[in-house]
């Protein structure tokens, strides 16, 4: 009888039925979405990870990493991959104002971008771009480097212009937070991805690794891997450094070895060729005066013999004049002399000139030779000049060529010395070993679903006490307008237990129908 009247109950103020009904599914349905949202946040995340398989590790070197240490880190016990990555921040043309873009080399098996359209890069001045900044009136534009950037950076690239091929996502960035800079306004605007061609450089700037273990992300199991592979991935990373480190000295120090000992055998042959040369020159110098002298000693005795010949001459024709005269007078005084005395004073003056003549004969003879002499003397001086000019010209050149030389081993010295100091002012390599922790995207996702989590901790509770109070008023009103049926039901003999079971049922069939659409409804929703 009390089950037909209470379902009779429920068929006439089914509108009531119905009211705590919904609001009991309301506030139910409110919960268990709220608790179930950050579970299905999680859940998607972390099926989007695994299929982009984003790092578990990002390695950073000052110094950077090579090939060999990225095979190195690869083979350590619990790592599935490993990847050496090249970035930089750089400044690209964007209008007047020039904009801060982060570039990536393409990865293949760490942090693997989603394609969204049009293709992936096949040459290297080709890149794919940010989807959430570019559009796709974007493909075919090309990204230019500004002239802005030092020279480190410029250099770091093999082209100024790549073009854009298609847009993606990266796991990288999973928010539209792209960081920060320390170049323009201090904000990168977006990135890019181009193929490790696209750079000019075979050092890679970080390493991506990640675990061969798969654990739910944000979960203490994952945590828990984390930290026990941190220190044998700290290990391999100090140690790539140490090696990347050692090697760069190594390399500095026989580069610096080989200059020094071309300098010290630069600097020997120097001094050799200096002292030969210049042995040389002068032997050349001694000799040229030491002929100086000869010729000038020469000259003096010819000119001195030619000046005692030409007063012999002189005194010669003098002589051969006054007997030239007394013939003359003789011959006019002929008539006055015997024929004896004649013949006797003409012989004498004959012999006389004859010897005179004889001796000026013997002086223009002496002339003669002395002016031969004096054409030899010109030409040994001639001769002399000639030598003195190439003395002189071999001294000058020697002078330069020396001095250049001289001027190139100070130059090599002050490089060598330049080069110890800065082999001496190379810093052992600092090295940072990060998780996903330091992933804005990833630690802000975590936040956001935390949160959701915990406003399913106080949110529901304003519709639970809704819709007890709705429960509670219409079930008060309801044993109101019921007082009467109440009554007649305990004089028929009901007891109170049996009464109330009836509006038990009433409120509880609706609280747990409510609760069931509330639950299955939202959790499948």
Same mark, same amino acid.
């Given at each position: 009888m009390l089950t037909k009247i209470t379902l009779r109950e429920i068929k006439n103020s089914l509108g009531r039925y119905l009211a705590i009904l919904i609001i009991v599914?309301?506030?139910?349905?409110?919960?268990?979405?709220?608790? $179930?949202?950050?579970?299905?946040?999680?859940?998607?995340?972390?099926?989007?990870?695994? =299929?982009?398989?984003?790092y578990d590790f990002q390695l950073i070197s000052t110094l950077g990493y090579e090939a060999a240490d990225?095979?190195?880190?690869?083979?350590?016990?619990?790592?599935?991959?490993?990847?050496?990555?090249?970035?930089?921040?750089?400044?690209?043309?964007?209008? =007047?104002?020039?904009?801060?873009?982060?570039?990536?080399?393409?990865?293949?098996?760490v942090n693997k971008v989603k394609l969204l359209e049009g293709r992936m890069p096949e040459a290297s001045d080709e890149c794919v771009a940010d989807g959430r900044v570019y559009s796709k009136e974007d493909i075919g534009k090309a990204i230019e480097l500004s002239a802005d950037n030092s020279k480190d950076t410029l250099d770091a690239f093999a082209h100024r212009k790549y073009t854009i091929t298609g847009l993606v996502y990266s796991p990288l960035y999973l928010n539209y937070e792209r960081g920060s800079t320390s170049l323009g306004n201090?904000?990168? #605007?977006?990135? +890019?991805?181009?193929?490790?061609?696209?750079?000019?450089?075979?050092?890679? @700037?970080?390493?991506?690794? @990640?675990l061969d273990k798969n654990e739910h992300i944000y979960s203490d199991e994952?945590?828990?891997?984390?930290?026990?592979?941190?220190?044998?991935?700290?290990?391999?990373?100090?140690?790539a450094s140490q090696r990347r480190y050692d090697e760069i000295k190594k390399e500095a120090d026989d580069k610096i070895k080989d200059a020094q000992e071309k300098y010290d055998d630069g600097y020997s042959s120097y001094l050799k060729e200096k002292s030969d040369a210049y042995s040389k020159l002068d032997t050349s110098y001694d000799k040229?005066?030491?002929?100086?002298? *000869?010729?000038?000693?020469?000259?003096? *005795? %010819?000119? !001195?013999?030619?000046?005692?010949?030409?007063?012999? *001459? !002189?005194?010669?024709?003098?002589?051969?004049?006054?007997?030239?005269?007394? %013939?003359?007078? %003789? =011959?006019?005084? *002929?008539?006055?002399m015997s024929d004896e005395e004649y013949q006797a004073s003409k012989q004498q003056l004959d012999n006389k000139k004859s010897e005179l003549t004889a001796s000026l004969a013997k002086v223009n003879s002496g002339l003669k030779q002395a002016k031969s002499g004096k054409a030899k003397l010109e030409k040994e001086k001639q001769t002399l000049a000639d030598g003195w000019s190439e003395y002189r010209k071999g001294k000058s050149e020697a002078d330069s060529s020396f001095a250049d030389a001289e001027k190139k081993l100070e130059d090599a010295k002050a490089k060598i010395d330049d080069g110890k100091k800065?082999?001496?002012?190379?810093?052992?390599?600092?090295? +940072?070993?990060? @998780?996903?922790?330091?992933?804005?995207?990833? $630690?802000?996702? #975590?936040?956001?679903?935390?949160?959701?989590?915990?406003?399913?901790?106080?949110?529901?509770?304003?519709?639970? %006490? $809704?819709?007890?109070?709705?429960c509670i008023t219409t079930m008060t009103r309801m044993v109101n307008e019921?007082?009467?049926?109440?009554g007649v039901l305990k004089a028929l003999g009901y007891s109170s237990r049996s009464v109330i079971s009836g509006y038990l049922f009433y409120s509880g069939s609706a609280g747990f129908l409510g609760t069931l659409i509330g639950y299955f409804s939202c959790c499948i929703i």
């Open positions: 599914a309301l506030g139910v349905g409110l919960f268990a979405g709220l608790k $179930v949202t950050r579970d299905a946040m999680v859940d998607t995340l972390d099926e989007y990870l695994a =299929e982009r398989n984003l990225v095979e190195h880190i690869s083979s350590l016990d619990n790592v599935s991959a490993a990847e050496g990555s090249i970035s930089y921040d750089v400044l690209c043309n964007a209008g =007047e104002m020039d904009q801060v873009l982060k570039a990536y080399s393409i990865t293949e098996s201090g904000i990168i #605007e977006a990135y +890019f991805y181009i193929l490790p061609e696209g750079f000019d450089s075979d050092i890679y @700037t970080e390493i991506y690794l @990640t994952y945590e828990n891997r984390i930290t026990k592979a941190d220190a044998a991935v700290t290990a391999a990373a100090e140690a040229l005066t030491s002929g100086q002298r *000869k010729i000038d000693s020469s000259e003096k *005795k %010819l000119n !001195k013999t030619i000046s005692e010949l030409n007063s012999s *001459k !002189k005194q010669l024709d003098a002589g051969i004049a006054q007997i030239d005269q007394k %013939l003359s007078q %003789l =011959e006019a005084g *002929k008539e006055y800065d082999i001496a002012d190379i810093k052992k390599p600092e090295t +940072f070993v990060f @998780t996903r922790d330091i992933n804005t995207g990833y $630690v802000g996702f #975590e936040n956001d679903a935390n949160i959701v989590n915990e406003v399913a901790k106080v949110f529901p509770v304003f519709f639970f %006490l $809704v819709a007890a109070l709705v019921q007082r009467t049926q109440i």
